[in-house]
Nanobody
Framework: QVQLVESGGGLVEPGGSLRLSCAASGSIFSMYGMVWYRQAPGKERELVAG???????NYVDSVKGRFTISRDNAKNTVYLQMNSLKLEDTAVYYC??????????????WGQGTQVTVSS
């Protein structure tokens, strides 16, 4: 069994920063692509940033230059550093990862989500 647990969400003023973490635990053999999604009230879930096992990154246009995704393979953890936060960044942020488990084939897993609220 594999679990993804997000942390680091909260309430921040416009222009502020937050750092989200997503830690994977369980019978992990290897970690592949890791992605952050977000879903705002009344909107579809959207991909925010992704990072490959080799460290290649991609971002949705609206966060380029403000958000940075990174990973620590030794800790099975992916991070999302969010700077210059805007009101429209308010959403529940979800971690998603493709994980190879011991004795099994790679599967995609989701975290439970962490709320980010940007408000003055």
């Amino acid at each position: 069994q594999v679990q993804l647990v997000e942390s680091g969400g909260g309430l921040v003023e416009p222009g502020g920063s937050l750092r989200l973490s997503c830690a994977a635990s369980g019978s992990i053999f290897s970690m592949y692509g890791m992605v952050w999604y977000r879903q705002a009230p009344g909107k579809e879930r959207e991909l925010v940033a992704g990072i490959s096992s080799g460290g290649n990154t991609n971002y949705v246009d609206s966060v380029k230059g403000r958000f940075t995704i990174s990973r620590d393979n030794a800790k099975n953890t992916v991070y999302l550093q969010m700077n210059s936060l805007k009101l429209e960044d308010t959403a529940v942020y979800y971690c998603n990862a493709v994980i190879g488990v011991i004795g099994g084939s790679p599967q995609r897993y989701w975290g439970q989500g962490t709320q980010v609220t940007v408000s003055s």
